[in-house]
């Protein structure tokens, strides 16, 4: 044996040679791949129910990603159908064409959740956040690529129809005063939809997720040996995907972003968005250009994005930081404004932008 | 031990040629695999039809959504934008160019997504 080995020594000392060598560079692959640590995922980007969806799934039986993508978009599809005034058979469309002033109106359980949750939300911001604003907004029609400024007088005529203290839920139903009010859930569905979604993961073997509804952004679980999603905000002045900052969030926390740049026109170099004023009539022009809100409850990002929108920063800030949610506020002088404590989880990506000392 | 040690010190030029031969093919093929990987592509769905391209190829792609929509995509560079769009809202093209891993770019009113996929992994999540 030792001879036979002696006599093909050579050969032998190449062969382990060559074979230490791809020892060491199957480890290094390997540390490398240990370091990412992630589970397996598939992306599905796409349109539905009239927006953009984008969905990463981290599992790690990849086989039932297919499956996982499917059952998220009947959640959605379920969410639409219940709360869009746009589908003309949901429960609210139906209330909003035939209701009579002062009457009482018993909705599915659910919805009759979202309508108290939005009143508090209501009371709570004085009125800044408005559950029945729909009368305003088709006057605007900016949503639907309108581009004149209407008459004042129309205007003011709509506001005598948003006035939130003219209604009122109770365990019996909902009531409004005036006959020419239009609810809708406009300002919260694709949170809703998001804690939808979220609640629907959970009861699957999903290791992780992040799911983009229209710009709302949900996590959920994680991705592997990184604990945190970084959540890219979108500069307010800068091409779509370019990003102001990366915001840093647990799984289960849902991102939402109110700004003047979604959806607007311009008439003499004055921007006109798609946020009112409840107030006012007018779209918000009160320095900011974005607020993002992150925050356990999908409903809540997005009613408080655009209620501090509307509320303006101090007004704004203190009530995100009462409600101990992650807030970003941005203004047209390019500053950015941080709540408590999220200076270490956000990390700024544009020079042009400077973080405001409190 | 004494065996092996008798064996390194017996080398002979003959297998140091071997070894780095050896050496020299395994690393054309791993730079061979590496360029393939940095390749990826670009896949475009519009309404039901989903087609892909190469993105390290430049070209024009022309698209004519089911709605009769309009919109011209261009891969450029490793790169890929929407250069012309009839839609209303202008998002599609107002979006910069794209290049990493599942970046997107959608234009809702003609139905039209544009991704990447590549192993050119990104920092942000969503």
Known sequence: ?358 | MKLLKNDFISLKKGDFIIIAAVLLIAGIAVLLIMRQNSGGYVKITSFSDTSTYPINEDRNIEIIGDNGGHNLVVISDGKVWVKEADCKNRICVNHKPVYKNHESIVCLPNHLVVEVVNNKSNEIDN
Request: aromatic share 10%; net charge negative.
């Open chain 1, 1 to 358: 044996m030792i001879r036979f080995l002696a006599k093909y020594r050579h050969f032998f000392t190449v062969i382990i040679v060559i074979g230490l060598i791809a020892g060491f560079v199957y480890l290094a692959l390997k540390t490398k791949d240990l370091k990412t640590g992630t589970y397996d995922n598939k992306t599905y980007s796409g349109i539905a129910f009239g927006t953009a969806i984008k969905k990463t799934i981290f599992m790690d039986n990849i086989d039932k990603c297919d499956e996982i993508d499917r059952s998220i978009d009947k959640i959605l599809k379920n969410v639409d159908d219940e709360l869009s005034y746009r589908n003309e058979a949901s429960e609210i469309s139906v209330f909003n064409r035939s209701y009579a002033a002062g009457g009482s109106y018993s909705f599915s359980p659910d919805i009759m959740l979202y309508l108290k949750k939005e009143l508090e939300v209501y009371s709570e911001t004085d009125g800044a956040f408005s559950p029945c604003i729909l009368p305003l907004s088709k006057l605007w029609g900016i949503e639907d690529g309108s581009t004149e400024i209407p008459k004042d007088s129309d205007i003011k005529e709509v506001l005598k129809h948003i006035d939130g203290d003219n209604m009122a839920v109770t365990d019996e139903g909902l009531t409004l005063n005036d006959g020419e009010m239009s609810i809708d859930f406009g300002a919260v569905g694709k949170g809703i939809a998001a804690d939808e979604v979220l609640t629907g993961l959970s009861k699957t073997d999903v290791s992780g997720a992040v799911i983009s509804v229209g710009g709302t952004i949900a996590t959920y679980g994680t991705k592997g040996a990184d604990s945190m999603w970084h959540i890219g905000i979108q500069d307010p002045r800068a091409v779509n995907g370019e990003v102001l900052g990366v915001l840093d969030v647990t799984g289960g926390k849902v991102i939402s972003t109110s700004g003047d740049y979604e959806k607007f026109f311009e008439v003499d170099g004055k921007r006109y968005h798609h946020i009112f004023d409840p107030k006012t009539g007018y779209p918000v022009d009160n320095g900011l250009i974005s607020v993002t809100i992150a925050t356990g409850s999908g409903f809540m990002s997005d009613a408080m994005s655009t209620a501090c929108f509307v509320m303006g920063l101090e007004d704004g800030m203190r009530y995100a930081e009462s409600k101990g949610v992650d807030a970003i506020f941005v203004t047209s002088d390019k500053k950015i404004y941080l709540s408590n404590g999220l200076n270490k989880r956000f990390n700024i990506r544009n020079d042009e932008y400077e973080i405001a000392k409190k």
